[in-house]
C-alpha cells in the first residue's frame, strides 16, 4: 500500500495564489489519476479537481490541478483566492481496487 | 437531481450491530459504483469499501476488510454498511458516494455515536 501526504495547513490572504501538494509514497503518480476534494466545514466534501485536471461542471477556473512526475507528487492551485474558498482539500487516487486519500490540507484565507 | 439520502444518526452501545443506509435517486441505480467513507471527528478522508449495484461486486479497504460489510438492494435503490459488533472506535460520520470517473455526488452523512 502506499501513502499520499499533504502539508497539513496553508493559509494566504484574498487574491493570491496558493498551491497545495500531495506526494505518492511508492508507486508512479501518474499511474491512476488524481482528484481533488473540498470540504468546507459542517458539509460534504466536493469534487474541484478530477482526472488530475480535469474541473467538474460549476468549479470556476481559479481551481486548477498538475501531476509532476519528477516529484511524484499532484498539485492544487487556487488563484483569485477567496474568503470562501477556506477549507479542508483532500487528494484522492487510487491503486488495485484501493482508494486512497491523502490526510487532507487546511486552507485559511485570511 | 441525483440524489443520496442516507439514513439518519444512530447512538449505539459497543458490542451491538447496525445497518445504515444510502438511497440514491435520479439515476440509474444500478450503473454506478457506490462507496462508504469513514470520517472520524476532527479528522480526515478514509474510503472504506464500494459495490456495484448491478452485480453487487464488492470492493474494501484493507483497514476495513472483514471489519463492516457493505451489501445492496437494488430494488430498493439502496445500498448498506453493516457492522456486527460495533466498537467505540467506530464512532464516525459515513458518507456514501457515487462513482463515475469520480466521487460527484455525496450523501450529507450518517452520524455513528458508539459509547457505553
Known amino acids: 500500500n502506499f501513502m499520499l501526504t499533504q502539508p497539513h495547513s496553508v493559509s494566504e490572504s484574498p487574491g493570491k495564489t496558493v498551491t497545495i501538494s500531495c506526494t505518492r509514497s511508492?508507486?508512479?503518480?501518474?499511474?491512476?489519476?488524481v482528484q481533488w476534494y473540498q470540504q468546507r466545514p459542517g458539509s460534504s466534501p466536493t469534487c474541484v479537481i478530477y482526472e488530475d485536471n480535469q474541473r467538474p461542471s460549476g468549479v470556476p477556473d481559479r481551481f486548477s490541478g498538475s501531476v509532476d512526475r519528477s516529484s511524484n507528487s499532484a498539485s492544487l492551485s487556487i488563484s483569485g483566492l477567496k474568503t470562501e474558498d477556506e477549507a479542508d482539500y483532500y487528494c484522492q487516487t487510487y491503486d488495485y481496487n484501493n482508494w486512497v486519500f491523502g490526510g487532507g490540507t487546511k486552507l485559511t484565507v485570511l | 437531481e441525483v440524489q443520496l439520502a442516507q439514513s439518519g444518526g444512530e447512538v449505539k452501545k459497543p458490542g451491538e450491530s447496525l445497518r445504515i443506509s444510502c438511497e440514491g435517486s435520479?439515476?440509474?441505480?444500478?450503473?454506478?459504483?457506490i462507496g462508504w467513507v469513514r470520517q472520524m471527528p476532527g479528522k480526515g478522508l478514509e474510503w472504506v469499501g464500494l459495490?456495484?449495484?448491478?452485480?453487487?461486486?464488492?470492493r474494501y479497504s484493507p483497514s476495513f476488510q472483514d471489519q463492516v460489510t457493505i451489501s445492496v438492494d437494488k430494488s430498493i435503490s439502496t445500498a448498506y454498511l453493516q457492522w456486527r459488533s460495533l466498537k467505540a472506535s467506530d464512532s464516525a460520520i459515513y458518507y456514501c458516494v457515487r462513482e463515475s470517473n469520480y466521487m460527484d455526488v455525496w450523501g450529507k452523512g450518517t452520524t455513528v455515536t458508539v459509547s457505553s
Open positions: 435520479g439515476y440509474s441505480f444500478i450503473s454506478y459504483w
Open positions: 511508492s508507486g508512479g503518480i501518474a499511474s491512476n489519476y
Open positions: 459495490i456495484y449495484p448491478g452485480d453487487s461486486a464488492t
